[in-house]
């Protein structure tokens, strides 16, 4: 007898066949389901909501307490019972919708949360690293001279050149201007704009 139970009895490594249903299963679009409870959630949030509900329940009210009584269909004796099932029904409807919206708004503020907690993280590294460029470039720019310091320079070079003449002046030669040669062609004079040739 245990060898039949071994023989019919499939190993932990072999699948399981899928059984046949009788009835389809319904697989809602969640996005689009979502979508639909969320707007329904919000139109029961709007002052036309209650509107609508309150003028709802007076047109109820007053039909079913002064229509005749052929025409009735919930009775005032009996304190409104199909009124009080049909409030209780829409309630019962209305919570898991809402806690349904509330799920998904979580939803997408955890995401909010999560990528506003990534671009402050890059931030702050972007923070660091122009900290860190812009410390790069102060002690960069310790090194550099400044003009006070290039003209104190250029001063203690002319004193030195200065005193190593003893007082004599200095002077530039004058070069000769050097005469055309004679394959050279002479340009005519042109007047410079502006100026006015004088007769």
Same mark, same amino acid.
């Given at each position: 007898?245990? &060898?039949?139970?071994?023989?019919?009895?499939?190993?932990?490594?072999?699948?399981?066949?899928?059984?046949?249903?009788?009835?389809?299963?319904?697989?809602?679009?969640?996005? /689009?389901?979502?979508?639909?409870? &969320?707007?329904?959630?919000?139109?029961?949030?709007?002052? $036309?909501?209650?509107?609508?509900?309150? %003028?709802?329940?007076? +047109?109820?009210?007053?039909?079913?307490?002064?229509?005749?009584?052929?025409?009735?269909?919930?009775?005032?004796? @009996?304190?409104?019972?199909? @009124?009080?099932?049909?409030?209780?029904? *829409?309630?019962?409807?209305?919570?898991? @919708?809402?806690? =349904?919206? $509330?799920? /998904? $708004?979580?939803?997408?503020?955890? %995401?909010? =949360? /999560? $990528?506003?907690?990534?671009?402050?993280?890059?931030?702050?590294?972007?923070?660091?690293?122009?900290?860190?460029? +812009?410390?790069?470039? /102060? +002690?960069?720019?310790?090194?550099?001279?400044?003009?006070?310091? %290039?003209?104190?320079? @250029?001063?203690? +070079?002319? &004193? &030195?050149?200065?005193?190593?003449?003893?007082?004599?002046?200095?002077?530039? *030669?004058?070069?000769?201007?050097?005469?055309?040669?004679?394959?050279?062609?002479? =340009?005519?004079? %042109?007047?410079?704009?502006?100026?006015? *040739?004088?007769?």
């Amino acid at each position: 007898m245990v &060898e039949k139970i071994r023989s019919s009895s499939r190993g932990l490594d072999t699948p399981r066949v899928v059984r046949k249903r009788f009835l389809l299963r319904s697989r809602p679009n969640p996005d /689009r389901f979502g979508s639909a409870t &969320e707007n329904f959630a919000r139109f029961m949030g709007t002052p $036309q909501f209650l509107l609508y509900m309150t %003028v709802f329940c007076i +047109i109820w009210l007053v039909w079913n307490t002064f229509a005749p009584a052929d025409f009735r269909f919930d009775s005032a004796a @009996l304190g409104f019972t199909a @009124l009080t099932l049909m409030l209780s029904l *829409q309630a019962s409807y209305a919570a898991p @919708l809402l806690l =349904l919206a $509330q799920n /998904r $708004q979580d939803d997408r503020d955890r %995401v909010s =949360l /999560r $990528q506003d907690r990534q671009r402050a993280e890059r931030n702050l590294s972007d923070t660091e690293y122009l900290t860190r460029e +812009i410390a790069e470039l /102060r +002690i960069a720019l310790r090194e550099v001279a400044t003009r006070d310091y %290039v003209r104190s320079e @250029l001063r203690s +070079i002319l &004193e &030195e050149l200065l005193e190593t003449t003893d007082g004599q002046e200095l002077t530039l *030669q004058k070069r000769k201007p050097r005469k055309p040669s004679e394959n050279t062609v002479a =340009l005519p004079k %042109v007047p410079a704009a502006g100026r006015k *040739q004088s007769r």
